[in-house]
């Protein structure tokens, strides 16, 4: 059984960078052809997906975000980890973690693509 857990601050200063990271046990992140995604939930809204890390890793992001969102891994770690840039209070949000993800920017959002999830962490985005 997957299991995927995100850690990191709860809290995030605006303009500062929000670090989360998420750890994998019962499967490889650089197993083929596998993928893992980070998405995201603000209050009231819809699952936003923002990036992606594939088996090779290989990275893809959302339009909306790529100029401010980095993906990475450590694969030693079997951990994937986010990075958000210039935070502001729109980017409060629960977080997730994801194995999956693949195809078009358009497939991205088929949540049932999506196996294994993370239970989310609530991070917010105050001075």
């Known amino acids: 059984q997957v299991q995927l857990q995100e850690s990191g601050p709860g809290l995030v200063k605006p303009s500062q960078t929000l670090s989360l990271t998420c750890t994998v046990s019962?499967?490889?992140?650089?197993?083929?052809?596998?993928?893992w995604s980070w998405i995201r939930q603000p209050p009231g809204k819809g699952l936003e997906w923002m990036g992606v890390?594939?088996?090779?890793?290989?990275?893809y992001y959302s339009p909306s975000l790529k100029s401010r969102t980095s993906i990475s891994r450590d694969t030693s770690k079997n951990q994937f980890s986010l990075q958000l840039s210039s935070v502001t209070p729109e980017d409060t949000a629960v977080y997730y973690c994801?194995?999956?993800?693949?195809?078009?920017?358009?497939?991205?959002?088929?949540?049932?693509?999506?196996?294994?999830w993370g239970q989310g962490t609530q991070v917010t985005v105050s001075s």
């Open positions: 890390i594939a088996y090779d890793g290989s990275t």
């Open positions: 994801a194995r999956g993800g693949g195809g078009t920017i358009a497939t991205m959002s088929r949540w049932g693509m999506y196996d294994y």
């Open positions: 019962g499967g490889s992140i650089t197993t083929s052809y596998y993928a």
